[in-house]
């Protein structure tokens, strides 16, 4: 099992940035993802980005360029750094983990954080 702390989130005007932080507890050396999603008011929840061991990641299209994901091993922690927001990119931001356990379609082995809440003014 693992447990996920959130913190981060906030409010910033437009063109600012904000950094978000994951910290995973509990069977930490299974992990093999780590990574954010957002849902938006009257959206579906959407990757933001991710990061798998061995350090290759995936970005939305929408924040490329823009945000970067990272991970710390040894703390246990994943990171969003986003820089340059938009009023588009606020949304309830949920941290995930997938241990090396979980393939496609499971509903196990996979974990989610308690969500922060980012809002971007114009």
């Known amino acids: 099992q693992v447990q996920l702390v959130e913190s981060g989130g906030g409010l910033v005007q437009a063109g600012g940035s904000l950094g978000l932080s994951c910290a995973a507890s509990?069977?930490?050396?299974?992990?093999?993802?780590m990574g954010w999603y957002r849902q938006a008011p009257g959206k579906q929840r959407e990757l933001v980005a991710v990061?798998?061991?061995?350090?290759?990641?995936n970005y939305a299209d929408s924040v490329k360029g823009r945000f970067t994901i990272s991970r710390d091993n040894a703390k246990n922690t994943v990171y969003l750094q986003m820089n340059s927001l938009k009023p588009e990119d606020t949304a309830i931001y949920y941290c995930?983990?997938?241990?090396?356990?979980?393939?496609?379609?499971?509903?196990?082995?996979?974990?989610w954080g308690q969500g922060t809440q980012v809002t971007v003014s114009s």
């Open positions: 509990g069977s930490t050396s299974s992990i093999n993802s």
């Open positions: 995930n983990v997938a241990t090396r356990y979980y393939r496609w379609g499971d509903q196990n082995n996979n974990y």
């Open positions: 990061i798998y061991n061995g350090g290759s990641t």
